[in-house]
């Protein structure tokens, strides 16, 4: 069993709390992402459970064992780092073995060791080169590769795919995926890029200023984000926010934006009506604003005409910048729309995919 459990962690650099009361129970065999922006802690829990940091407050379980005070080497974990720090003077070969030889591995155990993770990573042809005479991916293949031959109870990786360019990460990131559903290895995968989290992670951890905002799978922290934080941070572009308020009018509730009135239906109605009065704030993503004239003409009461500033296609599907009174919206949008800067348009919001948030806690309004 190779669970991992933070209790109440806490990491003070003097005066600064980097981590605060970080609670999670990470399951045997599972690929969990901490993700958020720089600064936010993510590294500094990893570090902790690596025990390259000491906690300040608060326990760490591997495999049900209290590891607070067991040091990096005993803990059976195995570390990759984005500056994956190959030894230059070795080949590739024994940059691999090189763990297990400090370890006193027997040579004939080292050599299937290295010969195995070698196959699954695709570097045995390569074996007999020095780092310098590699890729970037291949470096970082056999930067995993050292992790692999160690045959720890968890991988930690601290943006291990960073270094690589855009196309390489997107590779690696598969690569990643299939070494995980292949060795099974209890994973923790630090990163700052929500699409690498979204497409890597069994869980999420988000966090912000060391604290955990919410932890989910990837598609429920898409359509259900806890809080405002959550819901700016995950997915590209960003969700729109309008700030308003909410009108009942008689079986009517209605968020009201000024230049924007939207009819909330549906689950919404209800937890909205609770705010009748008060401000609000509302969520709504690019791809549920919709420009066709047919889901439009069926929704008057998600109506919003707006004004095109700018056009951007992407071939695939086309981002528009519009204006509507006060309010600035992104929608994402079908490349077979004609429009053109300047022009006007009337759009629809998809009121099934509104968020509400509570202006002063943030907190997602259900
Ligand atoms: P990044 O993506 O930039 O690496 P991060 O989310 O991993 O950011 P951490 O490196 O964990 O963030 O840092 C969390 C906070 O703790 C930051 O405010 C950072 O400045 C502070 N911090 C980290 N290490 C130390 C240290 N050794 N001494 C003092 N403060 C530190």
Redesign the pocket.
């Known amino acids: 069993m190779a669970r991992v459990v933070l209790r109440g962690v806490t990491?003070k650099?003097?005066e600064?709390v980097?981590?605060r009361d970080f609670n999670l129970e990470i399951e045997d065999r599972e690929f969990v992402v901490?993700v958020?922006?720089?600064?936010?802690?993510?590294?500094?829990?990893?570090?902790m459970v690596a025990g390259l940091?000491e906690v300040t407050s608060g326990e760490i379980y591997i495999g049900d064992r209290l590891v607070n005070d067991v040091p990096p080497k005993d803990r059976d974990i195995a570390m990759v780092f984005q500056n994956y720090a190959l030894y230059p003077h070795m080949n590739v070969y024994e940059n691999m073995a090189f763990g297990l030889k400090l370890r006193k591995f027997p040579r004939h155990e080292i050599d299937r060791r290295v010969r195995e993770a070698a196959a699954i990573l695709g570097l045995e042809n390569l074996l007999g080169r020095k780092p310098r005479e590699l890729s970037g991916g291949q470096r970082q293949r056999v930067a995993l590769g050292r992790a692999i031959v160690r045959n720890p109870k968890v991988f930690l990786m601290?943006?291990p795919l960073s270094n690589l360019d855009a196309k390489l990460r997107v590779q690696m990131r598969t690569e990643l995926a299939k070494l995980h559903q292949r060795l099974q290895t209890t994973t923790i995968y630090?990163t700052?890029d929500q699409v690498e989290a979204m497409t890597m992670g069994d869980r999420i951890v988000v966090?912000k200023d060391?604290v955990i905002q919410q932890v989910a799978p990837p598609q429920e922290l898409y359509d259900r984000p806890a809080n405002v934080f959550v819901a700016g941070f995950i997915g590209s572009p960003a969700m729109n926010f309008l700030r308003g308020r909410i009108v009942v009018e008689g079986d009517r509730t209605v968020f009201d934006g000024g230049a924007l009135r939207i009819h909330l239906n549906g689950a919404l109605r209800q937890p909205a009506a609770a705010y009748a009065g008060k401000p609000v704030i509302l969520g709504i993503r690019p791809e549920d604003i919709e420009a066709d004239p047919a889901f439009v003409e069926t929704h008057p009461g998600t109506r919003v005409e707006s004004v095109v500033e700018v056009v951007e296609p992407l071939g695939s599907e086309v981002y528009l910048y519009l204006r509507a009174g006060e309010h600035n919206l992104t929608a994402r949008v079908d490349p077979g729309l004609r429009v053109q800067d300047g022009d006007r348009l009337t759009i629809a919001l998809n009121t099934d995919k509104v968020h509400l948030f509570d202006p002063e806690t943030e907190r997602a309004i259900r």
């Open positions: 990491k650099f003097g600064v980097a981590v901490f958020g922006p720089s600064g936010c802690g993510k590294s500094t829990t990893l570090r940091e601290d943006e630090v700052h966090m060391g």
